[in-house]
């Protein structure tokens, strides 16, 4: 059975997964937004998803001015995948390093052998 929780304790558990990022790595995001939405129109079972340019993929020369890349965190997904709020916690932020990681250019390849897949 799905955890249930409210919009303002999910975003709350975001914001505390965004807290454990080390401060040097925290002042290297540039130019990111995190989002929370219920699911992806597209694959319902999808956690989180970043969209944007990669920070070892910009070419500066040409980068400014562009719109911020984009970290969603699908709560519906990780409620209905969790069965307690322990749980949730736990996989809310994974799916944040997870996405931030790829903000900083690691793909799922390395994440899974990191394991934070």
Do not use: K
């Not at 540039?30 to 340019?53: A, K, Q, R, S, T």
């Not at 020369?61 to 209905?80: F, N």
């Amino acid at each position: 059975m799905p955890v249930r929780m409210t919009d303002r304790r999910f975003e709350e558990l975001v914001g505390d997964a965004l807290d454990l990022i080390p401060p040097r790595l925290a002042a290297a995001l540039d130019n990111v937004v995190v989002l929370v939405e219920e699911l992806h129109p597209e694959e319902p079972e999808l956690l989180g998803l970043y969209e944007g340019i990669a920070l070892t993929e910009r070419d500066f020369s040409t980068y400014a001015g562009a719109l911020p890349d984009t970290i969603t965190i699908y709560r519906g997904a990780l409620l209905q995948m969790c069965e307690a709020e322990d749980e949730v916690v736990e996989e809310v932020a994974i799916t944040v390093i997870h996405e931030i990681a790829h903000h900083f250019g690691i793909d799922d390849d390395r994440l899974h052998e990191l394991g934070w897949g």
